[in-house]
């Protein structure tokens, strides 16, 4: 019988790639982490790691196991809380992951009512960017993932296996310096900034900024490339290029020295939480998700 405890370890070992390191991670002793991977394969009745080198390398039966693994665990947790909410032992917990401009903006008024309505409810956040958010989903490292994806986008496939619950749409918006010729115009079209020197975001954000401008006819010189908002605006107030940004992250930035315009034609990427299929059902994960819902509504 495969037990959880054996499939958290093998999820670790196959993560950090040995015994010593899983066994750092996991907060337990290597030899213990030897023994539990031992009793595993016994059970499975056929190897699940080789060792190459000095690293551990998963063969086909582990990558099914570690493959599998992720949604068990899920399934278990959300058994738990699901169990002893019913029973009124605890209230829950719920791991959050979000992007950067919805931790400042969104997740802040849905955690105060979650406070003030659920106070027994223990959350936790982490910022992560997709698709690292909807790894971490997926691997049973979070409960709820705020994540993004952008008009045209494949994430739709990409997120088939999870309960999607669309948010809000957030519109691009341009920004230049204040002193710039086209910052009184109020609305800009993207052709309009191909000789413009640009300062571009967070990975994903990086490749629909290329994939937008080589539709307006150009590919933008990306001078500075940076995941942290703020400082994509500062490059931008101190005249050293121009940007687009989604206006949650406007928002959640004091933007001294710039100039925002209106995109056209309009770039809209949609906000979204997702959770897997049994996560849906626990109470804790359930109110959080309404009161998003709810936050984004405002």
Not at 65 to 89: C, S
Not at 92 to 117: C, D, I, N, Q, Y
Request: glycine residues 10%.
């Amino acid at each position: 019988m495969i037990e959880a405890r054996h499939l958290r370890i093998l999820r670790a070992v196959a993560g950090t790639g040995s015994f010593s390191a899983a066994a750092r991670e996991l907060g337990c002793t290597q030899p213990a982490v030897s023994q539990q991977m031992k009793a595993l394969e016994q059970s499975a009745g056929t190897p699940l790691l080789v060792r190459t080198g000095r690293e551990m390398r998963l063969t086909q039966a582990g990558e099914a196991l570690v493959r599998h693994a992720a949604g068990i665990l899920a399934g278990l947790t959300a058994a738990e809380e699901e169990v002893a909410a019913i029973a009124g032992l605890r209230a829950g917990r719920v791991r959050l992951v979000s992007f950067p401009s919805g931790s400042s903006t969104l997740v802040p008024t849905a955690l105060a009512a979650m406070r003030a309505e659920h106070p027994g409810t223990r959350i936790s956040l982490v910022e992560a960017e997709p698709p690292r958010s909807v790894e971490m989903l997926r691997e049973g490292d979070c409960d709820l993932a705020l994540a993004f994806r952008y008009a045209g986008a494949s994430a739709a496939a990409e997120w088939e296996d999870l309960v999607v619950t669309p948010l809000l749409t957030d519109r691009l918006v341009g920004l230049v310096p204040d002193g710039h010729r086209l910052a009184g115009a109020g609305r800009v079209g993207m052709a309009e900034l191909a000789g413009e020197p640009w300062i571009a975001g967070c990975p994903r954000c990086r490749r629909h900024l290329v994939e937008v401008c080589e539709g307006a006819g150009f590919t933008p010189r990306i001078d500075f490339a940076t995941d942290d908002y703020p400082a994509v605006v500062g490059l931008v107030g101190a005249g050293l290029g121009v940007a687009v940004l989604p206006e949650l992250a406007v928002e959640s930035v004091r933007a001294k020295g710039v100039s925002t315009l209106a995109v056209e034609p309009a770039v809209e990427r949609e906000v979204v939480a997702l959770t897997l299929p049994d996560l849906a059902r626990v109470p804790a994960v359930a109110a959080t998700l309404g009161e998003l819902v709810r936050a984004a509504a405002r």
